[in-house]
Structures are given as structure tokens and as C-alpha cells.
């Protein structure tokens, strides 16, 4: 039961991950641009959506690389937003590393138990 626990954990926190950054893109429906302007934003919005995405895709498979991809990609944002509000700019990372260290406990656990 707990292993079931640790396996499905991640997965479903990095699915609610993508599906929480999604909504920032939305913003761009709010701001008065042409058709193929509001595309390209909404394009450019959508980018940090699928990299998460992208590292689940890789970390439902392979859970120690998409753990430190997911991992990486916290440290990332850390660096890039360092002029942003510490208390906001933690709602992004510490996700991200969560979902990454639950990836990669959960990839130990199975080997550990398999071998």
C-alpha cells in the first residue's frame, strides 16, 4: 500500500503542477493584441508547462533522471527570479523539488525492492 502511495504521489503532484502553471498563460487573453500576437504569447506563456510536462514524461519512466530534471529546473527558476519576492517565488520551486525528490525516493524504493 505505501509503495503504491510513494509511486502514485508524484505523478499526480507533477499532473496538478502542469495544470497550476497553465493557468498563468491564461492571462494573455486579457490584454488587447491581434490574433497571431495573442498565439505567439500564449505559445511563449505555455513554455514553462511543457518543460514540466516534459520532465513528467521523462520521470514516469525513469524516476532518478526526471527527479533531478525536476530538481534542476527549481534551481532554474530560483536563479532566473531572484529579484522576485522570496515568499512568491517559493510557490514554483519548492513544487518542482518536491515532485523531483518524491520521483527519486520512489525510484529507490522500487530497486530496492526488485534487487
Known sequence: M?????YWL???LGIFFCLFISIFAFDVFGEV???WETALALIMHLV?????LAALLIAWRW???GGAIY??????YVIV???????????????????????????????????
Not at 2 to 6: A, G, L, P, Y
Open 2 to 6: 505505501r509503495n503504491k502511495f510513494i
Open 63 to 65: 524516476g532518478i533522471i
Open 81 to 115: 527570479m531572484r529579484e522576485v519576492d522570496w515568499v512568491v517565488a517559493l510557490l514554483i520551486p519548492v513544487p518542482l523539488a518536491l515532485t523531483g525528490a518524491l520521483f527519486m525516493l520512489d525510484h529507490t524504493l522500487r530497486n530496492k525492492i526488485s534487487g
Open 10 to 12: 508524484p505523478r499526480v
Open 71 to 76: 530538481i534542476l529546473l527549481a534551481l532554474f
Open 33 to 35: 493584441y491581434g490574433f
Open 48 to 52: 514553462p508547462t511543457a518543460l514540466a
